[in-house]
């Protein structure tokens, strides 16, 4: 992270990252699509529109994080012949593609493992096998969801070619949006035990959504 020797990151690489990040949008709009088909969903008062909200908030946060990182990855690039990048932007928007990432991941395991617990109650025979299925889930989940928020984002930081006064800067960003988000979470998990008459107890905290595989 020297200060002195300037930048040049191949095109490629920010390339690839958009194609991530492509990626992320595409399972995220097909997840918006098919999610409020899924038992659990929670019908809004005087709306008619049923939510699965805490997934729905997730994915909708991680939409909007997509698009941002797509405009910084281009934004990193030079206006010329070769198009190297070498603007902090890029790692910026590295950042962002892995906060997307985990809310992808997170709006998606939600309702499906919703759809196991209630199978696991319906059918008593298998409730053992369900049991399990669903333990490789959040476990699996978990592992991808706890990578993409903490390893990936520390990967970037301590590679980062920008400076340690950026790179500082950067990461003080990245902790205080997951702080943000984190809240949000907890926010909208209290709102869909609200309006299902359920009693949170303990109730969720931002602390708490900083490692939510846990209550998966």
């Known amino acids: 992270m020297s200060e002195a020797r300037p930048v040049r990151v191949a095109i490629n690489v920010m390339r690839a990252r958009l194609t991530v990040v492509g990626f992320t949008l595409v399972i995220i709009t097909f997840q918006l699509s098919v999610v409020g088909r899924l038992p659990g969903a929670v019908e809004l008062p005087n709306t008619g529109i049923a939510l699965h909200i805490v997934s729905d908030i997730a994915l909708l946060i991680g939409l ?25 932007a890029l790692l910026a928007g590295d950042l962002l593609m892995y906060l997307a990432l985990a809310h992808c991941v997170a709006g998606f395991f939600g309702p499906v493992l919703y759809v196991l617990d209630q199978a696991t109650l319906s059918v008593a025979s298998q409730a053992a096998e369900l049991s399990t299925v669903r333990m490789a889930a959040v476990v699996a989940g978990g592992c991808a969801w706890f990578v993409v928020t903490y390893v990936g984002p520390l990967v970037s930081l301590l590679r980062s070619p920008f400076g340690k006064r950026v790179t500082i800067i950067l990461g003080s960003l990245y902790l205080l949006l997951l702080l943000s988000t984190a809240h949000i979470g907890a926010q909208s998990i209290r709102l869909d035990a609200s309006l299902n008459g359920i009693v949170l107890s303990p109730a969720p905290t931002w602390f708490s959504e900083l490692l939510q595989p846990l209550r998966w």
């Open 64 to 88: 909007a994080l997509s698009l941002i990182a797509m405009v910084s990855f281009i934004a990193s690039s030079q206006f010329d012949q070769q198009g190297s990048c070498n603007h902090w």
